[in-house]
């Protein structure tokens, strides 16, 4: 989603310096019965069930995986509310009534470090899904299915870049968290006993990098780095990082692991420490909230299940309430952009980000080519778009819209204000169908 309602200036510099503020956890928080993975679900707890932090109370179905459900808060199970979800559609909630004591499942023990030592890649799989760990930069794909394979890894990626504007939500982590996501990373690592990893961060964060420099010289055999990398958007696409980082051009349709390479965002390492560890899934996470519309845009560590409505009085509500709003949760680019503020935060939110809405007519296309210059797929959204008005479907699949990483340049860039990307968008759909 390209904010087009505003000029893009970004708060980076700002909201980077900044603490994470701590979110008060609601009174009731919501869990979403499905997801844009897993269509069906099943909930094993009844009305009025007291429910642990951490307790596995349903199951998702991924159709070919299956993703537990776990409590973000310990209180009662006390029914289901539609809301939306961050996938834009009205969706079935759990809500569960918290009691405000955050006790633990007593079942969820930490693992000691000699039952850690002789883990295989094989309990990884199983640890991760038994957590419900998914890529926490907002692709929500499940880590373990990135596990769960046996093709050899020479190096681990740890992407670090962040490259979208607003969202600081992953540099307020490295900046808070540094020895929990160095042993995220050991511990990836050890799954695939790889020994170099390099954490992917862009050149202008010199002072993040030297400071990870010089933590890590507390690991002096860890074959952990850091790697700078481009300032540019996207760097932060696997393909481009991988290029910046290592040389390698991963052609379209192969795996980084058919390359031995494995990459994961910074906070899925975060993640997967305390799942490995503490035996804990992700009940809480950093949550950037920026834009113009809202009053103090902050990062905050929010409970996952939050309403985002909860959140923005926390920002002190909008600076112009009269106004309609766009609302996109994720980026400005590749986020989604929101029906209504009446949504719930999951997991994969790394940010909120609030503006006022003002109409910003499409203009007839120019044929300027822009589209075409920035894409960095190598498409012809300009063609793929035409090829859509035109309902040519031929036409659509053999310009290969599949290639589309939905990176929103070509809206961004195109001066007739056309939301190119949304054809390219369809045209994805049609290429799919037979
Ligand atoms: S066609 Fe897809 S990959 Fe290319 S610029 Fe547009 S959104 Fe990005
Ligand atoms: S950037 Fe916009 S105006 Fe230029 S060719 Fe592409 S669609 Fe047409």
Known sequence: MIARSTVIHDTKGLLDALPTLKLDVPDDVFLATGNARCAKAEVFVNEGDHVYLGQVIGMRDGGFFKQPIHATVSGTFTGYEEHYHRNGKMTKFIRLHNDHKDEWDPSLQPRSDEEIAKLTRKDFVEILQQNAMVGLGGSSFPTHVKFNHDKPINVILINAIECEPYITSDIRLMNEEIEKIIQGILLIQQAFSCKKALICIKKKHGKLCRVYEEYLRRYPDSGIEVCRVGNFYPQGWEIAMIKSALG????????????????????????????????????ERRISVSGDAVN?????????????????????????????????????????????????????????????????????CIRC??????????????????????????????????KCIECGLCTYVCTSHIRVTDYVRRAKVFAKMK
């Open 369 to 402: 080519g822009s589209c075409v210059y920035s894409c960095p797929t190598g498409l012809e959204p300009k063609q793929i778009m035409d090829a859509v008005k035109a309902f040519d479907k031929p036409r659509m699949k053999a310009l290969n819209p599949l």
């Open 296 to 364: 103090y845009p902050s990062n905050f560590n929010v409970r996952v299940g939050t309403p985002l409505r909860f959140l923005l009085e926390k920002c002190g509500g909008y600076r112009h309430p009269d106004k309609d709003k766009t609302i996109i949760l994720g980026g400005p680019m590749m986020g989604a952009s929101m029906p209504s503020d009446d949504c719930i935060l999951t997991k994969t939110v790394t940010s909120v980000l609030v503006f006022d809405y003002e109409e910003a007519p499409e203009s007839p």
């Open 248 to 283: 390698i051009d991963i052609p379209s349709g192969h795996l980084p692991s058919e390359y031995g390479i494995a990459n994961f965002n910074v906070s899925t390492a975060w993640g997967i420490y305390d799942a490995v560890k503490l035996n804990r899934p992700v009940v």
